[in-house]
């Protein structure tokens, strides 16, 4: 049985579902239909791109294999970040100064359609400003202070500050952190809520979208065509936008990328008291270590609390018990409290922890690798894709001078790659810890 089937049309059990604003139920193709674009994947690259399509005239189709907002865009920590994992710096030393500064202004504006699109269809989803970026050991304060110098020399528009540890119990009582970064232009969101509202707003102007869709196969060329069990879609051009669920159908992506796994518990609710206590500042929390913790409140004072990222394949029998060890870490003081959630999500890792949209074969597109931060990039992905749809290839163009490599062994020898890739990012975070 397949993944999508194993689903059997259903959110995963998270805090998330079970907060979601109402629900999306479109109907599953079972006709043969045409388009001026295909999108395959209800996650937010595949809606942003569809709206921006739509928005513009164009006829849309979007396929989902389960529900929109299903895979990671409906259960990811809800952070919204900015920035690139290459770093402005490296993205200039590699590629020059107008790429690195192209890469910047799409972060802001990746934020900025998050902010705008839910103002502009009425999208509810608990958006607050405020993150913390928080260093535990030494070698992250320089990381931290790097940090906020490369904001400025870039021109960051909102304000940031380098926080002691004192400084960090406004943001967290915890006594892990030895310092941090605030940053107002950043914050976190309910991203369910933030799909279904996207999945809407979509709808609202024409894209026609089909859920318990899967697409099986797919045809490139003059007449780009998708097949489902039920029906197909004939495009002008189709957008592949699968996360790493595409599989067999895209077979040369799956090449480029690696699936982690990573996880989020969230508690029963706190208290209005005991929540302002354990994160008076109310914003996203997220450590510097490579197997990371991220966390926040939501909007009813639970914490949600993730991280753990297993590159390995093998995700633990006991999510919550694993989960909450690492929350007792950071918070002993929640000895007593009991964990009412807990769920995991596939994140698809580059080789070089970018994202990628390209051409995938004639006329059709991908978008994929966000390597676990994916909220902002992933929707200023969808527009850049959009763009080159309609004809307009500025940002994409330069975006492919992003050389992305297939991993080592390909997908054969991807099981000792995972080993390999957990024990090394552990053994980083080991020597940071002991510097
Ligand atoms: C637990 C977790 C926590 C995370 N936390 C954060 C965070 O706090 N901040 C952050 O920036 N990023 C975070 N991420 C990453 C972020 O959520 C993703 O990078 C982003 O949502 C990816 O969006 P997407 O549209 O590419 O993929 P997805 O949201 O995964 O969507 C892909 C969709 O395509 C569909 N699909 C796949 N194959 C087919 C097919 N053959 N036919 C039809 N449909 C198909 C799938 O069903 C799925 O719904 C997290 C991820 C996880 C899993």
């Avoid at 029906?231 to 799956?254: F, P, S």
């Avoid at 480029?256 to 996880?263: R, V």
């Avoid at 995700?315 to 009412?340: E, S, Y």
């Avoid at 995991?344 to 966000?370: C, K, T, W």
Wanted: charged share 20%; aromatic share 10%.
């Amino acid at each position: 049985m397949s993944v999508f089937e194993q689903a059997r049309g259903q959110h995963i059990n998270s805090y998330y579902a079970a907060s979601a604003n109402g629900a999306t139920d479109f109907p599953a193709l079972t006709d043969n239909v045409e388009a001026d674009v295909c999108v395959v994947g209800g996650g937010y690259a595949g809606m942003s791109a569809a709206i921006e399509l739509a928005e513009q005239g164009y006829s849309v189709v979007l396929l989902e294999a389960v529900k929109m907002g299903w895979a990671a865009s409906g259960r990811n920590g809800g952070q919204i970040i900015g920035g690139w994992n290459a770093g402005y710096d490296g993205l200039a030393n590699s590629f020059g100064y107008d790429t690195a500064k192209l890469f910047a202004d799409l972060s802001e504006e990746g934020k900025r359609i998050i902010y705008q699109r839910a103002e502009k269809y009425g999208i509810n989803a608990d958006i607050k400003k405020g993150y913390v970026t928080a260093a535990m050991y030494q070698p992250h304060l320089a990381d931290v202070q790097h940090y906020a110098e490369e904001l400025s020399k870039w021109h960051y528009p909102h304000a940031v500050t380098v926080l002691s540890q004192q400084d960090m119990q406004q943001h967290v009582a915890s006594d892990r952190y030895i310092g941090g970064l605030y940053d107002e232009g950043s914050g976190h969101f309910h991203p369910l809520n933030y799909a279904i509202g996207e999945a809407k707003a979509a709808a609202s102007i024409g894209v026609r979208i089909f859920e318990n869709s899967a697409v099986l196969n797919i045809t490139s060329g003059d007449d780009p065509t998708v097949y489902t069990a039920q029906g197909r879609v004939k495009a002008k051009q189709i957008i592949l936008a699968g996360n790493c669920y595409l599989g067999k159908t895209a077979a040369k992506l799956q090449k480029k990328i690696m699936p982690a796994s990573t996880f989020v518990i969230a508690t029963e609710p706190l208290g209005a008291e005991r929540a302002k206590q354990l994160m008076p500042s109310d914003a996203a929390v997220c450590d510097l270590r490579h197997i990371l913790d991220y966390f926040r409140l939501s909007v009813d004072g639970r914490l949600l609390f993730g991280g753990k990222t297993i590159y390995r394949g093998v995700d633990p029998k006991d999510i919550a018990k694993v989960m909450r060890k690492g929350m007792l870490k950071v918070f002993p003081q929640l000895a007593d409290v009991n964990i009412d959630y807990a769920w995991g999500g596939h994140i698809d890792l580059s080789v070089n922890r970018m994202p990628s949209v390209g051409e995938y074969e004639g006329n059709v597109y991908f978008a994929q690798g966000f390597s676990g931060h994916g909220v902002v990039p992933a929707h200023i992905a969808g527009r850049v894709l959009a763009e080159k749809v309609m004809g307009n290839t500025e940002r994409y163009d330069v975006w492919q001078q992003i050389k992305h490599y297939s991993f080592p062994g390909g997908t054969l020898l991807r099981k000792p790659g995972f080993l390999l890739g957990s024990s090394f990012f552990y053994l980083q975070d080991l020597w940071a810890s002991l510097r």
